[in-house]
């Protein structure tokens, strides 16, 4: 009665993932992997640190916190794990298991406060301006940014939220409606 089945599934088939949700994934690793090498890696999230610096011509302590932050976030957990990965396949799979994670919330949530604190200079709103300096620094496409910032300004008063902010990459990286309109890291690319 022996039944051998081929333990080729170990890992989950990433055609069995949520088109959308996995579209905007790899929109956000596209964009994140700086040196091309289809990972989104330590080296690829100190240059973004690099880009939103410059962006925003930033010095100082804002400069060293926004080093910090990408740093905290390659340093420890699952994180840590998500940046080690050695393929993009591998890296999409681990984000997908560990997206719903209370640790992966608690750092994104963390790591986009952080990042909230100083587009904002500590005034404790993001202006259009302000979140620019965000949008460029990813090298987005310019003319998605209003639309984006829009969508993220829940009460529509033209400024953002600690909350809006947050809010919006926790949805990016867990909401997995079809549907969704979040484009945090701009158009959704083609999978
Ligand atoms: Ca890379
Ligand atoms: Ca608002």
């Given at each position: 009665?022996?039944?051998?089945?081929?333990?080729?599934?170990?890992?989950?088939?990433?055609?069995?993932?949520?088109?959308?949700?996995?579209?905007?994934?790899?929109?956000?690793?596209?964009?994140?992997?700086?040196?091309?090498?289809?990972i989104m890696g330590h080296e690829d999230l100190?240059?973004?640190?690099?880009?939103?610096?410059?962006?925003?011509?930033?010095?100082g302590k804002a400069a060293d916190e926004l080093y910090e932050i990408y740093r905290d976030y390659c340093d420890s957990g699952t994180s840590k794990e998500i940046v080690a990965?050695?393929?993009l396949t591998n890296?999409?799979?681990?984000?997908?298991?560990?997206?719903?994670?209370?640790?992966?919330?608690?750092?994104?949530?963390?790591?986009?406060?952080?990042?909230?604190?100083?587009?904002?200079?500590?005034s404790g709103i993001v202006t259009f301006d302000n979140y620019m300096i965000f949008w460029n620094?990813?090298?987005?496409?310019k003319r998605f940014a209003k639309m984006q910032f829009d969508y993220l300004d829940t009460n529509s008063d033209g400024l953002l939220s600690q909350d809006d902010f947050v809010k919006g990459i926790?949805?990016?990286g867990t909401n997995t409606d079809e549907?969704?309109?979040?484009?945090?890291?701009?158009?959704?690319?083609?999978?």
């Amino acid at each position: 009665m022996s039944d051998c089945k081929t333990n080729s599934s170990k890992e989950q088939d990433i055609r069995e993932l949520p088109l959308t949700w996995m579209r905007k994934i790899i929109t956000a690793l596209f964009i994140l992997d700086k040196d091309n090498d289809g990972i989104m890696g330590h080296e690829d999230l100190m240059q973004m640190a690099d880009n939103i610096i410059k962006a925003g011509n930033l010095s100082g302590k804002a400069a060293d916190e926004l080093y910090e932050i990408y740093r905290d976030y390659c340093d420890s957990g699952t994180s840590k794990e998500i940046v080690a990965s050695y393929s993009l396949t591998n890296q999409l799979l681990k984000l997908w298991k560990y997206k719903d994670s209370p640790e992966t919330i608690d750092k994104w949530t963390t790591m986009y406060s952080r990042i909230f604190k100083v587009l904002c200079s500590d005034s404790g709103i993001v202006t259009f301006d302000n979140y620019m300096i965000f949008w460029n620094g990813m090298n987005l496409d310019k003319r998605f940014a209003k639309m984006q910032f829009d969508y993220l300004d829940t009460n529509s008063d033209g400024l953002l939220s600690q909350d809006d902010f947050v809010k919006g990459i926790l949805d990016y990286g867990t909401n997995t409606d079809e549907n969704t309109l979040n484009r945090f890291y701009g158009p959704l690319i083609n999978y």
